[in-house]
């Protein structure tokens, strides 16, 4: 059985997939069409409840709720990717040197991964935005510095499993370098276990960043954001209670998604269990 | 056996010993990263807090009321120094000690984070346990489905459907604010309630998947099927045998999920409009009054280490496989 039908029997895989690739078809969407102008101000057409002209109702402006959805999706996926990102490329780095060199160069690199995680994305942002003010490019690098001990973490780990292998004792026999099986052995032994962890860490992400555009440390107005929809529907509730739920369920329904693929190539992508299937 | 005791007594001592010197450094470490963030790179705080119309009399006059004309290492040491002796330092927005608000905020903060673990342990462990018993069967899929909702539910949202519930269609409480433990202890509670259930709900949502996990794991070990064959009944093997075993991971991720709830409790002080930290920390950087975040910031860096260390000693009461890791 091929990978791609065993990945579409496994049911968690294929809901997390499509609920992954509705989140980036609607973010790409976003670019080329949205009902209205997103972020239109309409107030004669304030706080329409659902309907044909307005699918998802209108905000305390008059803008149109399906349109502001789709362009935040960009802006979930743009922070995810950029975060994970930042996460992946240094911490995989440091953790592959510290498994590569162990000693005392390892000791470093993971005690100060622990220090880090003293340091949750949020305290980060706050720091950052009491310093350079609040934005998109705050909230990136927060959840980016807070995303690179994981990373380094799980590789290091990853990696000395990997180092204890017979074909890499035979690559050293052979003289190879550290970095040459750091390259032509190890990294490619971990990529499964580090797809996982960044599809999971694109989850926390969004979280990540709703929360913090919800707090306001985020992306500022007038682009739209899932977190900023809920705080200004939060201050509507009374009047118009559904635009504090439809971005909640956006947000739900891409963790899920993506939170549900990541289960699902861990199990696809470990061939202990693929061998048992 | 009793030749082992000081043996082992000596292993977790050095263990601890060693943790010790790791968590000091790391506070310190923790403290030197605050300070150079906020205390020295944003250039120099009279200015950033009086504007850019500011004149340079103005300016020199509030560096020397917050002590900047002195050298930055100087001003790092009377920090730290000042913190030791519960002395954070002055607000410039407040004109209060920074020790004085983070110590009425803390009122609000403290209470509904240990409620919010509290309601976490309690609802995870009997969810975890409950699914491990019922393994593969209907009632272990719905908690583990459920779970899988949860973790996908920013705390935040799951606050505010919780306010249009409950205190916009039913008028069973209200929709934030805090009256205070002087007036009524008991509405103040019941104002905590509704931000620590939904501080816990999306935490217990992990924790029982962990400890489901957890349990399972070690009811598969050979020792609890001696424990069984010697006859003990299914409660003395699950209380005696399993969920001590099974505790540790379930510890451990109970720590990690502490820096959750730091951070929770500021989003949801936030959602509820309840006077605790999180909602001093960002009046703090509305004002601009850089000297009370970095108060908050290392105060809630602080808890997250000294947890950490404190999981850590746990493991050593409660982990008997410990000394091979010493």
Known sequence: MTFMQRA?????????????????????????????????????????????AHWLGTDSLGRDVVSMLLVGARY??????????????????LGLYAAARRGWIEELIMRSADFTLAFPALLTAIMLTAIYGPGLVTSIVAIGIFNI?????????????????????????????????????????????????ATIRFAIAILAEAALSYLGLGTQPPTPSWGRMLNEGQAMMYQAPWLAVWPGLAIVFSVLGLNLMGDGLRDLLDPRLARQR | MRGHRP?????????????????????????????AALGILPGNAAEVRLGESATPEAIKELSQKLGLDRPASARYLSWVGGMLHGDFGLSVSYDTPVATLIGERLAVTAPLALLAMTLTTVLALALGLYAASRHNQAGDVGVMAASQIGIAVPNFW?????????????????????????????????ALILPAVSLAVVQAAILARITRSAVLDVMREDFVRTARAKGLSQRAVLWRHVLRNAFVPVLTVMGLQFANLVTGTIVVENVFSLPGLGRLVFQAINNRDVLLVQGIVMLLAATVIVINFVVDVLYAVIDPRLKVHA
């Open chain 2, 158 to 190: 799951f606050a505010i459907l919780l306010i249009l519930l409950f205190a916009v269609k039913l008028r069973w409480f209200s929709a934030g604010g805090f009256p205070g433990w002087d007036d009524d202890p008991l509405q103040a509670l019941k």
């Open chain 2, 7 to 35: 043996h082992r007594d000596l292993i977790i001592g050095i263990f601890l010993l060693r943790r010790f010197a790791t968590f000091v450094v790391t506070l310190a470490a923790a403290s030197v990263l605050v300070f």
């Open chain 1, 149 to 197: 001990p994981e990373f380094a973490r799980i590789t290091r780990a990853s990696a000395n499993a990997i180092w204890t292998r017979e074909y890499v004792l035979a690559s050293r026999a052979c003289g190879k370098s550290r970095w040459h099986i750091t390259f032509s052995h190890v990294l490619p032994n971990i990529a499964n276990v580090l797809i996982v962890q």
């Open chain 1, 76 to 93: 979930g996926v743009a922070v995810g990717l950029i975060a994970v990102g930042i996460g992946i490329t240094a911490g995989v780095a």
């Open chain 1, 8 to 52: 579409w029997r496994h049911k968690s895989f294929a809901i997390g997939a499509t609920l992954v690739a509705l989140l980036i078809l609607t973010a790409l969407l976003s670019f080329v069409w949205t009902p209205y102008p997103a972020g239109e101000i309409d107030v004669p057409n304030k706080l329409k409840p659902m309907s044909a």
